[in-house]
């Protein structure tokens, strides 16, 4: 049974946006922190950015400035906008919900999506 769905990746040229929405059961009722991690091939997961029940927001620095998240508790939903996208963001982007924010700084989280690919080339 996925507890996380994930869809919106794909294939975009250098510039271009996508945008990443990630679909919790509502079974499981909503979670303190929501986020997107992502892996590159050869390299460790990071966190991209994570969104907290109330507002708060943290976005990775490798991102800033490009990337937003927002989160919509009444669908328990959350999603990620990627603008100007470059090659490094090349990555299988994961969605993650944990109730406890600091297990997710630490890049561990209760729930895990399947994950998506997300492919930045020309």
């Known amino acids: 049974q996925a507890h996380l769905v994930e869809s919106g990746g794909g294939s975009v040229e250098p510039g271009g946006s996508l945008r990443l929405s990630c679909a919790a059961d509502l079974s499981l009722g909503n979670f303190y922190a929501m986020a997107w991690f992502r892996q590159a091939p050869g390299k460790q997961r990071e966190l991209v950015a994570v969104?907290?029940?109330?507002?708060?927001?943290k976005i990775s620095e490798s991102v800033e400035g490009r990337f937003s998240i927002s989160r919509d508790d009444s669908k328990n939903t959350v999603t990620l906008e990627m603008n100007r996208l470059n090659p490094e963001d090349t990555a299988v982007y994961f969605c993650?919900?944990?109730?406890?924010?600091?297990?997710?700084?630490?890049?561990?989280?209760?729930?895990w999506g399947q994950g998506i690919q997300v492919t930045v080339s020309s």
């Open positions: 993650a919900v944990d109730d406890r924010l600091f297990r997710v700084l630490q890049g561990n989280a209760e729930y």
């Open positions: 969104a907290a029940r109330g507002g708060g927001t």
